[in-house]
C-alpha cells in the first residue's frame, strides 16, 4: 500500500502568513488522486482539495493545491483564524487509499 | 443539504460486536458509494471498507475483512458496519463518508466529500 508522509508534525505561523504543506507518497500516484482534509478538534475532517489541485465546493481560495508524483503540497495563501488545524492528504490512486498522519497547523 | 448522521457512542468488552449506523440525507443514497473510516487516539485515519449505493457490493480492507461487516438499507438510506472480536486498540472514532467520485484514464475513483459526525467505540474491560 501507498505510505504517505507529512513533514513536519507541526507547522507554526502567525494570522496573514503563507503556509506550505508537505505530502509525500512511497510510490508514484499517476492519476494525481490526492486529497488533503482539514480537521478540527471534535469534527470530522472536511475536504478541502481533490484531484491534487481542485478545490471542493464552498473552500476559500486562498487554498491551492500543487504536486505530482510523489511530492504534493497544501498551501493557504494568508492564513485566517479558523485555518489553525490539522491538515491531511489522502491517496485513492490505489487500494487500499490510505491518509497521512496529519500536520498541525499552529498559532505562533 | 447533504447530511450523515451517525449512532452514538458505545463502549464494549473485548470480544464483543458493536453496530454503527449512518443515516444520510439531502440526496439518493443508492448513487454513491459510503465508506467506513476510522481514526484511533493519536493516529491517522485508516480506511476500513465501503458498500456500493446501487446494488449492496461490498469491498474491505484486508486488514479488517475477516471482522467486519458494512450491510445498508436502502429503503431507510441507511449504511450500517459492524466490527466484530473487539479489542482494546480498536477504541476509535468511526466515520461514514459520501464517495466523491473522480474518472482518471485508470477508471474511477473517489475521496470523501461528506462525512458523518463521528461515533466514538472505546473497548475497555
Known amino acids: 500500500e501507498i505510505v504517505l508522509t507529512q513533514s513536519p508534525g507541526t507547522l507554526s505561523f502567525s494570522p496573514g502568513e503563507r503556509a506550505t504543506l508537505s505530502c509525500r507518497a512511497s510510490q508514484t500516484i499517476s492519476s494525481n488522486f490526492l486529497a488533503w482534509y482539514q480537521q478540527k478538534p471534535g469534527q470530522a475532517p472536511r475536504l478541502l482539495i481533490y484531484g491534487a489541485s481542485s478545490r471542493a465546493t464552498g473552500i476559500p481560495d486562498r487554498f491551492s493545491g500543487s504536486g505530482s508524483g510523489t511530492d504534493f503540497t497544501l498551501t493557504i495563501s494568508r492564513l485566517e483564524p479558523e485555518d489553525f488545524a490539522v491538515y491531511s492528504c489522502q491517496q485513492y490512486d490505489s487500494s487500499p487509499p490510505t491518509f497521512g498522519q496529519g500536520t498541525k497547523v499552529e498559532l505562533k | 443539504q447533504v447530511q450523515l448522521v451517525q449512532s452514538g457512542a458505545e463502549v464494549k468488552k473485548p470480544g464483543a460486536s458493536v453496530k454503527l449506523s449512518c443515516k444520510a440525507s439531502?440526496?439518493?443514497?443508492?448513487?454513491?458509494?459510503m465508506h467506513w473510516v476510522r481514526q484511533a487516539p493519536g493516529q491517522r485515519l485508516e480506511w476500513m471498507g465501503w458498500i456500493n449505493g446501487p446494488d449492496g457490493n461490498t469491498k474491505y480492507s484486508k486488514k479488517f475483512q475477516d471482522r467486519v461487516i458494512i450491510t445498508r438499507d436502502a429503503s431507510a438510506s441507511t449504511a450500517y458496519m459492524e466490527v466484530n472480536g473487539l479489542r482494546s486498540e480498536d477504541t476509535a472514532i468511526y466515520y461514514c463518508?459520501?464517495?466523491?467520485?473522480?474518472?482518471?484514464?485508470?477508471?474511477?475513483?473517489?475521496?470523501?466529500?461528506?462525512w458523518g459526525q463521528g461515533a466514538l467505540v472505546t473497548v475497555s474491560s
Open positions: 439531502g440526496y439518493i443514497f443508492t448513487h454513491y458509494i
Open positions: 463518508a459520501r464517495d466523491y467520485p473522480q474518472w482518471s484514464e485508470s477508471g474511477w475513483s473517489g475521496c470523501y466529500d461528506h
